[in-house]
């Protein structure tokens, strides 16, 4: 059971939009920044969202991030074969005082 | 660019040890906290510890805790994990991880990843 809770799937067809949902505590999102994470089949994760909305260089803005209070959630606009892929969220827990995950969300594109 | 590359991985038995290494390249190693992040088989990603910039601040999850020592030499630009007590809950894939972000003590997010290192633990 993972301290952070994501639904186990999500799905959209192509050009829809997909939002991934991310549910904490006090501790950890209510405390600190949330970071987003694509892991392609086979591949190594991948910073997609940080500091709870922030994109790294060369992400697209398809990608979009927010958080309010405990919950924090991932956006996927103009859904794209290529965003297939599982993703997972992360924020420090400061009761725990080490770095927690979410259990990963499945994006299937239809 | 980037560039992280783990190493050390390998088939143990329950109680064995195991040390993983992680030279890193292309950024001023000396001045950002590094990661170790596993993935069981078919799991999700699980944090295992960090290590501040300087060596002085190390966090462990509670699952490897007294088992597992993360450091790192800063004069060779090298992450390590030593491993003990091996069990077979700790087979996985171990990526190590870095930071953007200068002079933290327990890091701001996972910036950059390695390919990563399979341990596997069976008798």
């Known amino acids: 059971q993972s301290v952070l809770t994501q639904p186990p799937s999500a799905s959209g067809t192509p050009g829809q939009r997909v939002t991934i949902s991310c549910s904490g505590s006090s501790s950890n999102i209510g405390f600190d920044y949330v970071s987003w994470y694509q892991q392609l089949p086979r591949a190594a994760p991948k910073l997609i969202i940080y500091r709870n909305y922030q994109r790294p260089s060369g992400v697209p803005d398809r990608f979009s991030g927010s958080k309010s209070g405990t919950s924090a959630s991932l956006a996927?606009?103009?859904?794209?074969?290529?965003?297939?892929?599982?993703?997972?969220?992360?924020?420090?827990?400061?009761?725990?005082?080490?770095?927690?995950?979410?259990?990963?969300?499945?994006v299937t594109v239809l | 660019q980037v560039q992280l590359v783990e190493s050390g991985g390998g088939v143990v038995q329950p109680g064995e040890s195991l040390r993983l290494s992680c030279p890193a390249s292309g950024f001023t190693f000396s001045t950002h906290s590094m990661h170790w992040v596993r993935q069981a088989p078919g799991k999700g990603l699980e944090w295992v510890a960090v290590i501040s910039y300087d060596g002085t601040y190390k966090f462990y999850a509670e699952s490897v805790k007294g088992r597992f020592t993360i450091s790192r030499d800063n004069s060779k630009n090298t992450l390590y994990l030593e491993m003990s007590s091996l069990r077979d809950e700790d087979t996985a894939v171990y990526y190590c991880a870095g930071d953007q972000v200068e002079k933290t003590i327990r890091g701001d997010a996972f910036d950059f990843w390695g390919q990563g290192t399979v341990v596997i633990v069976s008798a």
């Open chain 1, 76 to 106: 996927i606009s103009g859904l794209r074969s290529e965003d297939e892929a599982d993703y997972y969220c992360a924020a420090w827990d400061d009761s725990l005082r080490g770095w927690v995950f979410g259990g990963g969300t499945r």
